[in-house]
């Protein structure tokens, strides 16, 4: 896959994507997808735009191509954090606004996307939109979650919330299997602002849906202690470790997975309160080691992130039965109770369980989850785009009903249908 | 575009009767490609494209003659206008009578033209497409025939080393394009066009040789032999001193 990718200031974008040739444009942001959502075979990536930030009371403006990362630097020492926070930090504005992501915080304040009071989006007519929920609201909600296919976008305004520390109080619980973890989710979730659980999906019999739930709150000042009250805000720092290149297939089997639950899971206290972490360590853990997805070898691996309304939550009990049964280990799997879907035509979330897991690309896997798209969809369930590599246009379809909604949008500020990627070739977007 | 797991999405099969294109196309069923079946019109490109339809394919037809190289041009782009070509196979051949086709002046001619000229006009064209696209894989139905030529059946083994050697060259050339080539190199296939004939040690399928192809181009491979033991025979076959080799019974 080969593509021309260019870096322009901001007042030169309309005219570059005037320009983009027969294959068209899209923009990237730091290419963290796991699919190919920012990639465009033949034609033209717009690689990130940067500029400047500032705050506007309580609110901060920042230019599109500027990573959470230096986001989060800027905004921690001034006592403010963002509401939503995805599991990396090396992902853009932008990007974050276009796959409109979700953090630990879903099931209290949405996407990212709710985040946005504002957004300036250029389309291929050259013209710059001013776009935000009551400012053209049909072109911010096919912008939210619209991966990049309606524009792109220069710089946004985002809602922030005051933070006393850079700490976060945590409680671990662990869960023998995944009936008692959706079961404490229901009754005890929207207590905390931060929840996510990670279970054990590769293990046989019993252990098998074995979980660890952490659900946290920002820190206040009286709850460090001596070392750390000396530095509220300790800010995310750069990976430490990285992954060699040149890994071969098979590190990743499902015997040092299996190896790899069982330590995570015994490592995790039974219960245990009031843990301090730090918001990167709690947040991002993977970002401390940089290139990690090399470690599944040249045939690498797909993600697979499926949400199911909360009446549907056998499907996500069937999903881990299957894919174990299979042979299909998952290093890390995911569990999130999501809260309700917001306006964005192709968002993801939907109130419900949502299950992100990282699968080793392998012969069978194929299948497995093309069978699973169907039971997803058919319960009114869908997958993530932002991490999708391998769905077909048919379940899409089937999963994203407004997407004709999409479509009228896209005939609106590109006709021509001069925005393009991969992902929307895949999926006859 | 193909997906991550190696799947395409449309298919253009140019040769699209043989056994071994529509196994191939049979083997990607579960992705549900877009088949382009490119072939000369008659009852046995109706009876395959019925096959396929049967099978739940959404199927294109086109009228395809592999002599014909002033028409490959249109026919290529023709294709290429619906939608991207994700994989292309270049299935057709044709293996005639072996001493007919070194004694008869228009059957050998005709097995060269169809064999590697029609393989070098098609590749020239699909080569155009894919580096516009950016992405696209050609799979190269070459044959160990060609891999060290053969007294037996040498017109036909020395176009397929032709169009094995042009194939493997035009993946060198198409890579910084990002588009690929498979060159696929099976042994003795029992189908139709090798019926009557002795088969070989270590004969396959036309299924068996439409999965090396999906397991080929899912990764990413160059040049794959089927069954996968055929490359260390060959490779020994090839260093051979030729008074050996011509006893061998080959």
């Given at each position: 896959?080969?593509?021309?990718?260019?870096?322009?200031?901001?007042?030169?974008?309309?005219?570059?994507?005037?320009?983009?040739?027969?294959?068209?444009?899209?923009?990237?942001?730091?290419?963290?997808?796991?699919?190919?959502?920012?990639?465009?075979?033949?034609?033209?990536?717009?690689?990130?735009?940067?500029?400047?930030?500032?705050?506007?009371?309580?609110?901060?403006?920042?230019?599109?191509?500027?990573?959470?990362?230096?986001?989060?630097?800027?905004?921690?020492?001034?006592?403010?954090?963002?509401?939503?926070?995805?599991?990396?930090?090396?992902?853009?504005?932008?990007?974050?606004?276009?796959?409109?992501?979700?953090?630990?915080?879903?099931?209290?304040?949405?996407?990212?996307?709710?985040?946005?009071?504002?957004?300036?989006?250029?389309?291929?007519?050259?013209?710059?939109?001013?776009?935000?929920?009551?400012?053209?609201?049909?072109?911010?909600?096919?912008?939210?979650?619209?991966?990049?296919?309606?524009?792109?976008?220069?710089?946004?305004?985002?809602?922030?919330?005051?933070?006393?520390?850079?700490?976060?109080?945590?409680?671990?619980?662990?869960?023998?299997?995944?009936?008692?973890?959706?079961?404490?989710?229901?009754?005890?979730?929207?207590?905390?602002?931060?929840?996510?659980?990670?279970?054990?999906?590769?293990?046989?019999?019993?252990?098998?849906?074995?979980?660890?739930?952490?659900?946290?709150?920002?820190?206040?000042?009286?709850?460090?202690?001596?070392?750390?009250?000396?530095?509220?805000?300790?800010?995310?720092?750069?990976?430490?470790?990285?992954?060699?290149?040149?890994?071969?297939?098979?590190?990743?089997?499902?015997?040092?997975?299996?190896?790899?639950?069982?330590?995570?899971?015994?490592?995790?206290?039974?219960?245990?309160?009031?843990?301090?972490?730090?918001?990167?360590?709690?947040?991002?853990?993977?970002?401390?080691?940089?290139?990690?997805?090399?470690?599944?070898?040249?045939?690498?691996?797909?993600?697979?992130?499926?949400?199911?309304?909360?009446?549907?939550?056998?499907?996500?009990?069937?999903?881990?039965?299957?894919?174990?049964?299979?042979?299909?280990?998952?290093?890390?799997?995911?569990?999130?109770?999501?809260?309700?879907?917001?306006?964005?035509?192709?968002?993801?979330?939907?109130?419900?369980?949502?299950?992100?897991?990282?699968?080793?690309?392998?012969?069978?896997?194929?299948?497995?989850?093309?069978?699973?798209?169907?039971?997803?969809?058919?319960?009114?369930?869908?997958?993530?785009?932002?991490?999708?590599?391998?769905?077909?246009?048919?379940?899409?379809?089937?999963?994203?009903?407004?997407?004709?909604?999409?479509?009228?949008?896209?005939?609106?500020?590109?006709?021509?249908?001069?925005?393009?990627?991969?992902?929307?070739?895949?999926?006859?977007? | 575009?193909?997906?991550?797991?190696?799947?395409p999405?449309?298919l253009l099969l140019?040769g699209g009767?043989s056994e071994i294109a529509l196994a191939v196309a049979r083997a990607w069923s579960?992705?549900?490609p877009?088949v382009?079946?490119?072939?000369?019109?008659?009852?046995?490109?109706?009876?395959?494209?019925?096959?396929l339809?049967?099978?739940?394919?959404?199927?294109?037809?086109?009228?395809?003659?592999?002599?014909?190289?002033?028409?490959?041009?249109?026919?290529?782009?023709?294709?290429?206008?619906?939608?991207?070509?994700?994989v292309a196979l270049v299935a057709?051949?044709?293996?005639?009578?072996?001493?007919?086709?070194?004694?008869?002046?228009?059957?050998?001619?005709?097995?060269?033209?169809?064999?590697?000229?029609?393989?070098?006009?098609?590749?020239?064209?699909?080569?155009?497409?894919?580096?516009?696209?950016?992405?696209?894989?050609?799979v190269?139905l070459?044959?160990?025939?060609?891999?060290?030529?053969?007294?037996?059946?040498?017109?036909?083994?020395?176009?397929?080393?032709?169009?094995?050697?042009?194939?493997?060259?035009?993946?060198?050339?198409?890579?910084?394009?990002?588009?690929?080539?498979l060159?696929v190199?099976?042994?003795?296939?029992?189908?139709?066009?090798?019926?009557?004939?002795?088969?070989?040690?270590?004969?396959?399928?036309a299924d068996q040789v439409a999965e090396a192809v999906v397991r080929g181009v899912?990764?990413?491979?160059?040049?794959?032999?089927?069954?996968?033991?055929?490359?260390?025979?060959?490779?020994?076959?090839?260093?051979?001193?030729?008074?050996?080799?011509?006893?061998?019974?080959?």
């Amino acid at each position: 896959m080969v593509s021309r990718a260019l870096t322009v200031d901001a007042d030169q974008v309309a005219e570059t994507v005037r320009s983009a040739g027969p294959r068209g444009l899209v923009a990237r942001g730091l290419g963290r997808s796991y699919g190919d959502a920012a990639q465009n075979a033949g034609g033209t990536v717009l690689l990130p735009i940067s500029g400047e930030t500032r705050m506007d009371g309580e609110d901060v403006v920042v230019s599109a191509g500027t990573s959470l990362h230096d986001l989060m630097r800027y905004l921690l020492p001034r006592g403010r954090f963002l509401p939503v926070t995805p599991g990396t930090r090396y992902v853009t504005v932008g990007g974050a606004i276009a796959c409109d992501v979700h953090g630990k915080s879903h099931h209290r304040v949405g996407t990212f996307g709710a985040t946005v009071v504002s957004a300036d989006l250029v389309t291929p007519d050259g013209e710059t939109h001013r776009i935000g929920p009551t400012q053209d609201p049909e072109l911010f909600w096919a912008t939210v979650g619209g991966m990049g296919l309606t524009g792109v976008l220069l710089r946004a305004t985002l809602r922030t919330i005051p933070v006393e520390t850079g700490w976060v109080r945590v409680d671990t619980e662990r869960f023998g299997d995944l009936g008692s973890l959706t079961a404490a989710m229901r009754e005890s979730d929207d207590a905390w602002t931060y929840s996510v659980a990670w279970v054990d999906t590769v293990s046989r019999g019993r252990a098998l849906g074995r979980s660890v739930l952490s659900r946290g709150e920002h820190a206040l000042v009286g709850d460090l202690d001596g070392r750390r009250a000396r530095t509220p805000y300790p800010l995310p720092g750069e990976p430490r470790l990285a992954a060699p290149s040149g890994v071969p297939d098979g590190l990743v089997s499902r015997a040092s997975v299996r190896a790899f639950n069982g330590l995570w899971f015994h490592k995790a206290p039974r219960h245990r309160e009031g843990e301090l972490q730090s918001l990167a360590s709690f947040f991002h853990p993977l970002d401390g080691v940089g290139d990690w997805n090399r470690l599944y070898g040249p045939s690498g691996f797909v993600q697979y992130q499926l949400v199911v309304p909360d009446a549907a939550e056998e499907v996500v009990h069937n999903a881990v039965r299957r894919l174990a049964a299979g042979g299909h280990a998952s290093f890390l799997a995911v569990l999130k109770r999501f809260g309700p879907a917001n306006q964005g035509l192709l968002s993801f979330p939907v109130a419900g369980w949502t299950l992100a897991l990282d699968l080793p690309a392998r012969p069978g896997l194929a299948s497995v989850l093309d069978d699973l798209d169907a039971r997803v969809a058919e319960v009114g369930g869908r997958v993530y785009l932002a991490k999708d590599a391998r769905l077909s246009a048919r379940s899409f379809a089937a999963m994203y009903p407004r997407a004709d909604e999409f479509a009228r949008v896209r005939d609106r500020v590109d006709p021509g249908r001069i925005l393009a990627s991969d992902l929307a070739r895949r999926l006859g977007l | 575009m193909i997906d991550a797991l190696g799947r395409p999405q449309s298919l253009l099969l140019l040769g699209g009767t043989s056994e071994i294109a529509l196994a191939v196309a049979r083997a990607w069923s579960d992705a549900h490609p877009v088949v382009t079946v490119a072939a000369r019109p008659g009852s046995r490109r109706d009876d395959a494209v019925a096959g396929l339809r049967a099978e739940g394919f959404e199927v294109e037809v086109h009228d395809f003659d592999a002599e014909a190289t002033d028409t490959h041009p249109a026919l290529i782009e023709a294709v290429a206008s619906t939608r991207d070509i994700d994989v292309a196979l270049v299935a057709f051949g044709v293996l005639g009578d072996e001493e007919e086709a070194w004694t008869d002046h228009a059957a050998a001619v005709r097995l060269a033209q169809v064999n590697y000229t029609g393989a070098v006009s098609v590749g020239v064209c699909l080569a155009e497409v894919l580096r516009r696209q950016g992405h696209g894989t050609i799979v190269a139905l070459s044959s160990v025939a060609g891999e060290r030529v053969r007294r037996s059946n040498f017109v036909y083994g020395s176009s397929k080393a032709g169009m094995d050697g042009f194939y493997l060259g035009l993946g060198e050339a198409l890579r910084e394009y990002g588009a690929r080539v498979l060159v696929v190199r099976p042994g003795f296939v029992h189908t139709k066009m090798t019926k009557g004939r002795e088969p070989a040690p270590m004969s396959v399928s036309a299924d068996q040789v439409a999965e090396a192809v999906v397991r080929g181009v899912a990764g990413r491979a160059e040049l794959v032999w089927v069954p996968p033991l055929l490359r260390g025979v060959m490779s020994g076959l090839r260093h051979v001193p030729r008074p050996l080799f011509r006893r061998l019974p080959l």
